[in-house]
């Protein structure tokens, strides 16, 4: 499958979409318009998808390959190495889905408690599932062996923070780059201790 085909008008793909019930995937652009899209992606559009997944580079948790960006959202295919794990993460005011193409992973919520983020409540999801995104949530995510994920967000996330719980930082990073702290100091827009946020705020 090539990306081409997936970014597909309607009558192209129209076999996998049902008008009636909004389920199901013409482009992208339907995906984005009804989050829902979720929806169940058939198992052709599964098995094309993981075609297209691409690794992790070295130090990272999962290699990113963007599918689609325009003013109404994203698509992004995540391929995770072996039980690796993203840094917390927020989805710039975003709202969205994942979707688990394969293996399993563990979604960690974190809280703010006393000036720190902490762990808050985790949930087991596989293959199959979808995690919802809330905007102005902060979590992370480990994968349990390997892992593909697909990403809907709307609108496209643009100022995305990274949370450095061991130097207890927040970073703006920029938007090609995915939920981890960068070695490249150039993807990092922002960086602010929360101690001195803090500060600032008594
Ligand atoms: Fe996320």
Known sequence: ???????????????????????????????????????????????????????????????????HRDETGEVMLAGWGADAECAPHDHAGGVGVVRVLDGAFTETEWVWRDGLLARGATRRWRAGESIPVVAGGIHSMVAHGAGTTLHVYRPAISGMRVFDPARRQTLSVRDDCGAWVPRDEALVLARVDWETARKRAR
């Open 1 to 67: 499958m090539r990306i081409s085909w997936l970014r597909a008008g309607r009558s192209e793909c129209g076999a996998l979409y049902n008008r009636a019930t909004r389920v199901g995937v013409s482009s992208w652009t339907v995906l984005l318009g009804d989050l829902r899209g979720a929806a169940p992606l058939s198992a052709e559009m599964c098995a094309g998808l993981r075609g297209l997944r691409a690794g992790p580079e070295p130090g990272e948790p999962y290699g990113r390959r963007a599918l």
